[in-house]
């Protein structure tokens, strides 16, 4: 089915994953929501990454910088030739959000694991509370690619020009009924509602939900296109925090092969907080 | 702060500060581990348990009450180990508590366990949510006391 795909090489199949767990060249990252899961259990030889405690800048409202990367990717034996697979919980979402940082740098070998935690349990395969060390690497991370990551000026553009922005929020959020998804704590912007011009896909309807695998390729293609998201123009996608958005953008970008879509990370949680920017409800 | 918390969960909020980062999801792990699942007689009155709207995750709770005494039962997925450490927390600091003492808990107890360094603002609201939730059913029953409510 991956074969469909304009970048099938993004994305692997656990069984895969479960050949090459004892491959030094592969270097399995498990990025969840739930910042305790991996502890609970993971893929034998994984090591963890929290968005929060991991990638975030300790001080700023940003990612940690090149340097601080470098360190990171020392630390997880992950070296510049290194193939780093993600995987997580709630569809990979914030296994996206880690390969999208890793983008950012410049690794080159980066992989998203089909159907993430959720299929690896139910498929019975095994995990393990053991946390591995590898041997710290010399690793060189490239300056960031700011092809992929759009900052506010950007999407100001983007939306004065008239160009294509993606809303993957629930429709609620989207519709500025909610400020955050539906049942979770309604706090952390202003005001509701969307930038002017931004089209409403949900992030989850790339995903099939029976078995958290994203959806073929046609199916993609249509999602989208139907809302006038094609290949030949600039996107930006965005969210709450550029959490679920990381995730189209993957879809966007290695599934369906759109050279030009960036992420939105400072999403609603900066937009609603804006002063003086105009919302659409 | 602690005088005005249950003598159970003051302890587990002082174990909790005295930690380290890696020890401290240790330690919550270990309560994740260590929820309850409700007894029979959690079930006697055939009441659906009540859903805690509040939580990203769903969450349900029932309710025990003993002479005047409360337990808490939760249900909480198990891929959602963190509202598992949680409501393992609020169970075991909770236990055999009166109403009266649920209610006198501030909502910014936790502050000392020196959550903020692993959770976001974010994740630390399940924690509030679920205390908020108690304590409207504490407050409920202290006005209609029974014997078991769901």
């Known amino acids: ?281 | 702060m602690s005088h005005t918390l249950p003598p159970a969960l003051a302890e587990i909020v002082n174990d909790f500060g005295l930690c380290e980062r890696q020890e401290k999801i240790a330690l919550l792990v270990d309560y994740a581990n260590q929820l309850l699942p409700p007894p029979p007689e959690a079930f006697a009155d055939g009441d659906a348990p009540e859903s805690v709207p509040e939580c990203m995750t769903p969450v349900s709770l029932r309710v025990l009450q003993t002479d005047g005494r409360l337990r808490f039962y939760f249900d909480v997925p198990p891929d959602a180990p963190l509202i598992r450490g949680y409501a393992a927390i609020m169970q075991q600091g909770l236990w055999d508590a009166t109403p009266e003492e649920i209610l006198r808990i501030p909502a910014d107890f936790y502050h000392v366990m020196g959550l903020e360094e692993l959770l976001t603002p974010q994740r630390l609201n399940g924690l509030t949510a679920i205390l908020a939730h108690v304590k409207r059913i504490a407050l409920r029953l202290m006005q209609k006391p029974s014997s078991a409510e769901a």
């Open chain 1, 1 to 281: 089915m991956s074969g469909e795909y304009a970048h099938p090489e993004a994305l692997v199949e656990t069984e895969w994953v479960a050949e090459h767990l004892n491959d030094p060249k592969v270097r399995l990252v498990e990025s969840n929501e739930d910042p305790l899961l991996y502890e609970t259990g993971h893929i034998p030889g994984a090591v963890k990454v929290d968005w929060f405690t991991t990638l975030q800048h300790p001080l700023r409202r940003d990612f940690i910088e090149k340097p601080q990367f470098e360190e990171l990717c020392r630390r997880l034996g992950i070296a510049n030739d290194t193939t780093v697979v993600f995987y997580g919980d709630k569809n990979n979402w914030f296994a996206c959000y880690a390969f999208w940082l890793f983008a950012y740098y410049g690794h080159e070998h980066l992989k998203i694991m089909n159907g993430g935690r959720t299929k690896w349990v139910a498929e019975g395969r095994p995990l393990t509370t053991e946390v591995p060390t590898y041997p710290p690497t010399d690793y060189k991370a490239k300056d960031p690619d700011p092809s992929i990551r759009a900052f506010r000026e950007d999407v100001f553009r983007q939306m004065e020009r008239g160009l294509p922005l993606v809303d993957v929020r629930s429709p609620q959020e989207y519709s500025g009924e909610l400020i955050h998804m539906p049942n979770y704590p309604q706090e952390g912007a202003q005001r509701g509602g969307h930038i002017p011009g931004a089209v409403n896909i949900p992030w989850a309807q790339a995903v099939n939900p029976e078995t958290s695998t994203f959806k073929p390729a046609a199916e993609l293609r249509q999602l989208y296109e139907q809302y006038g998201i094609t290949p030949d123009k600039e996107i930006i996608a965005y969210c709450r925090i550029g959490e679920r958005s990381s995730l189209t953008w993957f879809v966007l970008r290695y599934l369906l092969g759109y050279p030009h879509v960036k992420n939105y990370d400072g999403s609603w949680t900066e937009w609603g907080n804006l002063v003086n920017a105009p919302i659409e409800k």
